[in-house]
């Protein structure tokens, strides 16, 4: 592989993360603070579907507001349905996802289409040039020369670094993931916490969908996160529940999607359905080869109840 076609798909693999990091940051919260996210990726396609009515209806910013918007409200969902009244974390997850789906495409053909499929076309968020870096010979223009969210994306992980392991509020969180009574018996409230990071977790989810509309396509499709919010959630798992390892799984996956696609066009003796499989093989062989030593929060997936327990 030639230096151009090394940078090509370097370029693939740093927009095929963009939304993952986005989804996997937010899943991170949720499940530090014992809820998991499995409903990440209704999450992502509520924020593709507010995104696309939003930029349609007002413009770029008001769809990445409403793809926030979106996606915290069915992180409100998912939050009513598993913290306030006790239901299985991974059933509510996978149901919310096929409430997306649906919902999604009723309400882009109800605001949109006047009850019809539309044609919807948006135009893409360009690249922001950082002066000086991105003059850099051969990685400058690749890694300095990206629409804003991919910058936004590469950043959030530092702030919930700090969040998580400097501030009261990410302590007190992450307390709720590990033991909710203990929070209770200090005046906490563990149900509201883990209601607020939910909600948190699907707005920032959201706003991984609005990078799939705003950054990529520049439409809204049925069902387009294609299974990115399980990638994501897989990556949360590879990173252990910390942003900047996590991260990283969300580049090595998205190198195997852009991989992918790269072999396709090989003609090799191969179904292109086997070659489609890469991401997700790779993503269930690594968790394989690491979940004996993966260690969940150890209240994650329990239901507390202010009497006791």
Do not use: K
Not at 60 to 69: E, V
Not at 158 to 173: A, I, Q, V
Not at 227 to 234: E, Q
Request: hydrophobic residues 55%; charged residues 10%.
């Amino acid at each position: 592989m030639d230096w151009a076609h090394l940078l090509d798909l370097l370029a693939a693999t740093i927009r095929i993360a963009t939304p993952l990091a986005f989804a996997a940051m937010g899943g991170i919260l949720s499940e530090r603070a014992g809820v998991f996210a499995v409903g990440l990726e209704g999450m992502m396609l509520s924020g593709a579907c507010g995104a696309a009515v939003g930029a349609v209806l007002l413009g770029p910013a008001a769809g990445i507001l409403g793809a926030a918007l979106c996606g915290g409200a069915m992180g409100a969902v998912i939050a009513t349905v598993t913290v306030r009244h006790g239901a299985d974390n991974m059933v509510t997850g996978i149901a919310a996802n096929i409430l997306a789906i649906g919902l999604t495409n009723f309400l882009v053909r109800v605001l949109l289409g006047h009850g019809a499929s539309p044609r919807i076309h948006i135009d893409l968020l360009g690249p922001v040039r950082i002066p000086l870096l991105a003059d850099l010979p051969g990685l400058g223009p690749l890694l300095f020369d990206q629409p804003w969210l991919t910058y936004m994306a590469a950043l959030v992980p530092l702030p919930l670094t700090l969040f998580l392991s400097r501030s009261r509020w990410g302590l007190t969180l992450r307390a709720a993931g590990e033991n909710p009574l203990a929070v209770f018996a200090v005046g906490g409230d563990p149900l509201a916490i883990r209601f607020r990071a939910v909600v948190a977790c699907g707005a920032v989810a959201g706003i991984g969908g609005a990078v799939l509309v705003l950054g990529q396509v520049g439409t809204f499709t049925d069902n387009m996160t294609a299974g990115r919010g399980y990638l994501a959630l897989a990556a949360i798992i590879v990173g252990r529940w910390t942003p900047w390892p996590t991260i990283a799984a969300c580049l090595l996956f998205a190198a195997a999607d852009a991989l992918t696609l790269r072999v396709q066009v090989f003609s090799l003796p191969v179904s292109s359905y086997v070659v489609q499989m890469l991401p997700y093989a790779l993503a269930l062989a690594v968790l394989v080869g690491l979940g004996h030593s993966a260690r969940l929060p150890a209240a994650a997936g329990t239901t507390f109840r202010r009497g006791g327990g």
